[in-house]
């Protein structure tokens, strides 16, 4: 399954990566996805990318520079489990922002809605 990035961040080179194809992500959502990337990347010691797959699920992935012996990757796991459960409303609007704009069941429903606005 293809996956798409929305955000990625490096501790290693302070830096962060913004998808393009995501500007259109509503501003409260898109800052606090950005946030999240960016401590975790810290917190971690490594990268962490947040992004989509193909079908709107968000997927998690945390990695280390292959000379960091010091990556925790048990502690990556327990972080990620963390943020699904205090992040779930966030993670659910970001899902359901993609399944709406992003993809062609999402077209429909828009559709569905305009013609039901022009009924009225």
């Not at 401590?39 to 010691?45: G, Q, R, T, W």
């Not at 992004?51 to 945390?62: D, H, K, R, T």
Request: overall charge negative.
């Amino acid at each position: 399954m293809n996956k798409k990035v929305v955000f990625a961040a490096s501790y290693y080179t302070q830096k962060y990566y913004s998808n393009p194809e995501f500007d259109d992500i509503p501003t409260a959502i898109r800052n606090e996805i950005r946030t999240l990337c960016i401590s975790l990347a810290e917190k971690l010691h490594g990268i962490f990318i947040i992004g989509f797959y193909e079908n709107g699920e968000i997927y998690f992935e945390a990695r280390a520079e292959e000379s960091d012996y010091d990556f925790d990757e048990i502690g990556v796991s327990l972080e990620i489990k963390r943020i699904e459960e205090e992040k779930s409303k966030l993670l659910k609007m970001l899902r359901l922002w993609y399944i709406m704009y992003k993809t062609e069941e999402g077209q429909a429903i828009k559709e569905e809605i305009l013609k039901k606005d022009k009924q009225y």
